[in-house]
C-alpha cells in the first residue's frame, strides 16, 4: 500500500511540474490593459499563439494533448470577444489583433470595427504598434522554434474555409497552392508558406493552403511572417472541433521534429 501512494504521489507531482512556468504579460492599450498568458511546458517543442479570446475550441486541444506531444501556448486575454479595445482620451478604439502587424493592416481594422470613423488620432495608432511591436517581442522571446504557430477557430459555413481558397473564391489570389483532403471537412485546415510544410501535410491528408509569394497586406501574421522569410503555419479548425484540432496539433508537432 505504502509503494502504491508514494508511486500516486510522484505520478501527480510529474504532472505538476510538466508545466514549469505560467505567467502572465500585461500590454498598455490607451488606458486599458491586455494580457498574454504565458503557459510553459518543459518538453515544448514549440509555442502556439492564440490572438482571438473567443476562439476557445484550440485551447481545450492544447489543453488535452497527451504527454509525448508537448507545447507552449501564449495566449492573449481582455474581453473574451475576437477584437482588442484600446482607449485613448477616454473613447474606445476596436481593432482585430491578427491585422496589427503592418500600417496597412492597422489602419483598415480601425475602419472595419470603428464605423463612420475615417481619420484616427495619432495616439491611437502609435499605441496599437506599440503594442503589435511588444506582442510579437514577448512571444518570441518565449517560442525556442524558429516557427511561429497560430491556432484559431472558425463557425461552420462562416467567414473563413478552405473553400475561399480556391478560384474563383474570395481568398484564392491568396493561395499559390491548395491540397482538399478526402474525407475532412473543410473548415478544417492548415495555411503554411513553405512548400515542404505543404507537401508534408498533404501526405498526411490533411486540408492544407500554401500561401502565396506574395499576399495581400493585410496586417495579418502570416503576412508578416512571409515578408520576413519566417516559417508559418495557422492550425484552423472548427468551433467545437477539438478532436480535430487536437489531430492536427499532433501533425504539426511530428512536422516540427523532423525541421
Not at 163 to 171: A, E, R
Request: with cysteine.
Amino acid at each position: 500500500m505504502k509503494k502504491i501512494l508514494i508511486s500516486a504521489l510522484l505520478l501527480n507531482l510529474a504532472i505538476i511540474t510538466a508545466f514549469t512556468l505560467n505567467s502572465d504579460i500585461s500590454f498598455r492599450l490607451g488606458t486599458k490593459t491586455c494580457v498574454a498568458k504565458y503557459k510553459e511546458n518543459k518538453a515544448g517543442i514549440a509555442t502556439l499563439l492564440s490572438l482571438h479570446d473567443n476562439e476557445n475550441t484550440a485551447i481545450d486541444a492544447f489543453n488535452d494533448l497527451p504527454n509525448d506531444t508537448s507545447f507552449n501556448l501564449f495566449e492573449i486575454h481582455q474581453n473574451n470577444v475576437r477584437v482588442l479595445t484600446c482607449n485613448v482620451n477616454n473613447k474606445n478604439y476596436d481593432f482585430d489583433p491578427n491585422r496589427i502587424f503592418s500600417d496597412i493592416g492597422i489602419d483598415s481594422t480601425l475602419k472595419k470595427y470603428n464605423s463612420g470613423v475615417t481619420k484616427f488620432p495619432a495616439a491611437v495608432i502609435k499605441q496599437i504598434k506599440t503594442f503589435s511591436a511588444d506582442l510579437l517581442k514577448a512571444y518570441v522571446a518565449r517560442n525556442q522554434n524558429t516557427y511561429i504557430i497560430s491556432i484559431h477557430n472558425n463557425t461552420n459555413e462562416g467567414a473563413l474555409s478552405l473553400t475561399d481558397y480556391i478560384k474563383p473564391n474570395k481568398y484564392h489570389q491568396e493561395a499559390k497552392a491548395f491540397f482538399k483532403a478526402e474525407g475532412k471537412d473543410l473548415d478544417d485546415f492548415f495555411l503554411v508558406t513553405t512548400l515542404n510544410d505543404f507537401n508534408y501535410l498533404k501526405g498526411l491528408n490533411e486540408n492544407v493552403v500554401l500561401q502565396s509569394d506574395n499576399p495581400t497586406d493585410d496586417g495579418s501574421l502570416s503576412v508578416y511572417c512571409a515578408k520576413n522569410k519566417i516559417p508559418y503555419i495557422n492550425i484552423e479548425a472548427e468551433n467545437g472541433h477539438k478532436a480535430e484540432q487536437l489531430a492536427m496539433l499532433k501533425a504539426v508537432y511530428s512536422l516540427l521534429k523532423i525541421r
